[in-house]
């Protein structure tokens, strides 16, 4: 017995690999490339009018929506289709007052971080029609070259909470 107990000491354990694995592997990956690409097949191309990926309708995607549309109208962004600046301070003064409405429709109804995104909106939109009617004012409302980039300066917002706007 003593041999024989010595014998199975001796032997080195044998690895046993098992390709199995990888043929399955390699098949499933062959089955999802083969699904997608049926998928893209049968999706139209972008912009031939198939279906679009809009973005999950929520507060925040609301006030950005209304925060861009006053940029837009106040000259703060190129039209993307005309490559043109336009200045139309009704219409910014319109989107304005729509963020006012927001914000006393849901005075007591907002997390802190939703409070924070729409005062940030509304400060920084009424900022920009201040500064448009500025300059507008001071051009005889000729052609306007809106601020590309440019932040409302710390004395504004001074000012601002002086008047009692915030």
Do not use: C
């Not at 049926?38 to 925060?67: D, H, I, T």
């Not at 409405?101 to 007591?108: D, H, I, N, S």
């Amino acid at each position: 017995m003593a041999d024989g107990e010595k014998k199975k000491n001796d032997e080195k354990p044998k690895i046993v690999v098992d390709d199995d694995w990888k043929a399955e592997a390699q098949a499933e990956k062959e089955r999802l490339a083969r699904e997608a690409r049926k998928e893209r097949a049968s999706q139209p191309p972008e912009g031939a009018g198939g279906p679009r990926q809009l973005p999950v309708a929520s507060f925040s995607s609301l006030v950005n929506m209304l925060a861009t549309q006053t940029m837009m109208a106040l000259g703060g962004m190129q039209d993307p289709k005309t490559k043109r600046v336009l200045v139309d301070l009704e219409l910014g003064k319109h989107h304005v007052d729509t963020l006012e409405v927001l914000e006393k429709k849901t005075k007591g109804n907002l997390t802190d971080d939703e409070k924070k995104m729409l005062d940030e909106a509304l400060y920084h939109t009424r900022m920009l029609y201040v500064q448009m009617t500025q300059r507008l004012a001071g051009q005889g409302q000729g052609a306007v070259t809106p601020p590309q980039g440019e932040q409302p300066r710390e004395d504004d917002e001074q000012k601002g909470k002086q008047d009692g706007k915030s």
